[in-house]
């Protein structure tokens, strides 16, 4: 069974330009989850998607938004890109809540 | 969510059995205790989950004691290609897509 995938792999934007990040989950899953790594605050949870529905949100921002499709797939919108938006985004996707989750490879988001 | 604690870091040589010890100790009766793996610029690993004594799968143990306070994550025999960073994270039932990650523990494997 194929893993998470998340596409692009890279990018680089400069500030004030907005930038959408796909996750595809694991076949059957359907929750995905997204989180933000950056050395200074290590990794933080964005959103989580269920069902085309979000369910739970983490501290951060109006910019960084998020959808979820009928077919689990996932996308995450930053708006106004800020130079303390670099980091490498990562996708999460499980069964249901309960489930452990898997994580994909991650996109590296460069802002200049 | 329970908070943990775990060593910062930790140096090993080849061969080795390393033992990492993470703190939960206001886990509630509902949660589960999870590990991942994480090498630089890649998505964390899971690497095996319990909930109380002892689970074992072809990476790693996992030893829970009877008052769940705190669990070691156990890789027997480590090589250079275990060197990453190994977070340990609690969560239940609604919270296991709402992870929160401590800084985890960077394992160094010498040769």
């Not at chain 1, 983490?58 to 980091?87: H, I, W, Y």
């Not at chain 2, 991942?36 to 996992?62: D, H, M, W």
Request: hydrophobic residues 30%; positive net charge; charged residues 15%.
């Amino acid at each position: 069974k194929a893993g998470v995938t998340q596409t692009p792999r890279y990018l680089i934007k400069t500030r004030g330009q907005q930038v959408t990040l796909s996750c595809s989950p694991i076949s059957g899953h359907r929750s995905v989850s997204w989180y933000q790594q950056t050395p200074g605050q290590g990794l933080q949870f964005l959103f989580e998607y269920f069902s085309e529905t979000q369910r739970n949100k983490g501290n951060f921002p109006g910019r960084f938004s998020g959808r979820q499709f009928s077919n689990s797939r996932s996308e995450m919108n930053v708006s106004t890109l800020e130079l303390g938006d670099s980091a490498l985004y990562l996708c999460a996707s499980s069964t249901r809540q309960e489930e452990t989750q898997y994580f994909g490879p991650g996109t590296r988001l460069l802002v200049l | 969510l329970a908070k943990t604690t775990q060593p910062i870091s930790m140096d090993s040589y080849e061969g080795q059995e390393v033992n990492i010890t993470c703190s939960h100790n206001n886990i509630a009766t509902n949660d589960y205790i999870t590990w991942y793996q994480q090498f630089p610029s890649q998505g964390p690993r899971f690497i095996i989950q319990g909930y109380k004594t002892k689970v074992t799968n072809e990476v790693a143990s996992l030893f829970i004691p009877a008052d769940r306070k705190s669990s070691t994550l156990s890789l027997p025999r480590v090589s250079l290609s275990d060197t990453a960073v190994y977070y340990c994270l609690v969560a239940s039932s609604g919270g296991y897509n709402k992870l929160i990650f401590g800084a985890g523990t960077r394992l160094a494997v010498h040769p």
